[in-house]
């Protein structure tokens, strides 16, 4: 499975939601505090652009000892339609300072320190210290993990559907009409959701033999987990 920390790492390098938590900011919009663009450096800090004029902007500008304590706290939904569809959030605090001159004109860049880290996700609920996140690395299916959810969505559901004969004794009671939907999808494994309706759902964790590395890698495990369904 992947650490705390890979899972902490791949939801600051995706595009899910983050807004900055800013103290005595909190009279301001949500779409205020949240960055345009977000990248992790080489030392694990984070980099977080902004409007020139934004409030974390202007909050950073004028800090004691050029360091405002922030937290960057991110919101995963699933990009399918499910049941529960938020599927964990992160928190990473630290400490915020501005890096002025490095971006274009009309925007600043925002560095933020890490100090520490929590996630709360479908895995669990972990804590995650600065050594082990700037140690980390996203998952290398981040980046292609929405629109394969929503391929296998949209153009596979009756293979999606074939997945409850690997379930054995949990397939017990299901009815051919079930919901069935992808969840998540990362290098060792797919979740599906199986859903009579909000209150009557769960997860099945389908685990690769082997970790994948590329999406050449993940079509041979898929075509494999499907055909093992069918057998």
Same mark, same amino acid.
């Given at each position: 499975?992947?650490?705390?920390?890979?899972?902490?790492?791949?939801?600051?390098?995706?595009? !899910?939601?983050?807004?900055?938590?800013?103290?005595? #900011?909190? =009279?301001?919009?949500?779409?205020?505090?949240? %960055?345009?663009?977000? +990248?992790?450096?080489?030392?694990?800090?984070?980099?977080?652009?902004?409007?020139?004029?934004?409030?974390?902007?202007?909050? #950073?500008?004028?800090?004691?000892?050029?360091?405002?304590?922030?937290?960057?706290?991110?919101?995963?939904?699933?990009?399918?339609?499910?049941?529960?569809?938020?599927? =964990?959030? +992160?928190?990473?605090?630290g400490?915020?300072? !501005?890096?002025?001159?490095?971006?274009?004109?009309?925007?600043t860049?925002?560095?933020?320190?890490? =100090?520490?880290?929590?996630? &709360? &996700?479908?895995?669990?609920?972990?804590?995650?210290?600065?050594?082990?996140?700037?140690?980390?690395s996203?998952? %290398?299916?981040? +980046?292609?993990?929405?629109?394969?959810?929503?391929?296998?969505?949209? #153009?596979?559901?009756?293979?999606?559907?074939?997945?409850?004969?690997?379930?054995?004794?949990?397939?017990?009671?299901?009815? %051919?009409?079930?919901?069935?939907?992808?969840?998540?999808?990362?290098?060792?494994?797919?979740?599906?959701?199986?859903?009579?309706?909000?209150? &009557?759902?769960? &997860? #099945?964790?389908?685990?690769?033999?082997?970790?994948?590395?590329?999406?050449?890698?993940?079509?041979?495990?898929?075509?494999?987990?499907?055909?093992?369904?069918?057998?």
């Open positions: 499975m992947p650490s705390a920390a890979e899972r902490t790492r791949t939801l600051v390098q995706s595009t !899910c939601s983050g807004v900055l938590l800013i103290p005595g #900011a909190e =009279g301001h919009r949500p779409e205020q505090l949240a %960055p345009e663009a977000r +990248a992790v450096g080489p030392d694990g800090e984070i980099f977080l652009l902004y409007a020139a004029d934004a409030p974390p902007v202007r909050a #950073a500008t004028h800090a004691v000892d050029d360091e405002l304590p922030v937290v960057l706290e991110l919101t995963d939904v699933a990009p399918v339609s499910v049941p529960h569809r938020i599927r =964990g959030r +992160a928190w990473v605090s400490w915020l300072t !501005c890096l002025p001159g490095v971006a274009e004109q009309g925007r860049m925002l560095r933020l320190e890490v =100090g520490e880290a929590r996630v &709360d &996700d479908l895995w669990g609920t972990a804590a995650i210290d600065a050594e082990e996140f700037a140690a980390a996203p998952d %290398p299916l981040h +980046a292609h993990e929405t629109e394969l959810l929503q391929h296998l969505a949209a #153009a596979h559901g009756d293979r999606l559907r074939e997945l409850t004969s690997l379930l054995g004794e949990r397939s017990a009671g299901l009815v %051919p009409t079930r919901d069935v939907a992808p969840l998540s999808l990362d290098r060792f494994g797919l979740r599906v959701r199986f859903s009579a309706g909000p209150g &009557d759902c769960f &997860d #099945a964790r389908f685990d690769f033999p082997e970790p994948v590395r590329e999406v050449s890698e993940l079509r041979r495990e898929m075509h494999r987990l499907f055909e093992a369904a069918r057998a």
